[in-house]
């Protein structure tokens, strides 16, 4: 049973995605709230997450700073970040800030459920736009800022998610397990924290 906390400012979004994983099984919607605030102060200390789903655009604290809010109340925590936002230096920021994983909310809800299984089994999520986003900071145009390139693999596996290749097609494709396509997109995600940790804050990458 993944146990799921939603923050989401937009009223019909936020009822909508609390609607339809109510309805799923072998998901239980504990919290919902509209902004950062008011999610943490409703936080009850026997309610434990396993993933929390939230919105980048928020009022008052942004996704981006709840993630940090999120992962130092509860480390084990997995946050996906939704957000209409698909710019790099967004993308960084919440990865670097310990989200693991980042969909459009153009993302149909049952992509949504798709991800967030994918979290919860040890892997990460990567949407095909974002995949877009993550090969243009590998691009060599900008080798001074990779201290650890993909590997040929992975970036096999990120070519197939631009694409818009599901992992059990990705899987079949590079003829390797599902579980060895999500732990390729998580090592992706580990380079892009170790690597552009500091010049993310800075704000440097656009």
Not at 3 to 11: A, P, V
Request: proline share 3%.
């Amino acid at each position: 049973m993944i146990k799921l906390g939603i923050i989401e400012d937009d009223d019909l979004i936020r009822q909508s995605l609390s609607d339809y994983f109510a309805g799923e099984a072998g998901f239980q919607v504990l919290l919902c709230a509209s902004s950062v605030e008011e999610f943490m102060n409703a936080w009850e200390d026997d309610h434990y997450f396993d993933i929390i789903l939230s919105d980048i655009g928020l009022p008052h604290l942004s996704g981006i700073e709840g993630v940090r809010l999120i992962k130092k109340r509860a480390p084990k925590c997995q946050v996906l970040m939704l957000s209409v936002y698909n710019d790099t230096q967004r993308i960084f920021q919440s990865l670097c800030a310990g989200a693991s994983g980042y969909v459009s909310k153009q993302t149909a809800f049952a992509k949504i459920k798709e991800a967030l299984s994918s979290i919860y089994n040890g892997g990460a999520f990567m949407s095909p736009d974002i995949a877009r986003k993550v090969t243009d900071y590998f691009n060599p145009v900008h080798p001074s800022k990779i201290q650890d390139p993909l590997t040929t693999r992975e970036e096999q596996v990120l070519h197939a998610i631009e694409e818009g290749l599901t992992n059990k097609i990705i899987a079949e494709r590079l003829n390797i397990s599902i579980e060895t396509v999500k732990t390729h997109v998580k090592k992706i995600y580990q380079k892009l924290e170790v690597n552009s940790r500091l010049d993310i804050v800075r704000g440097k990458y656009k």
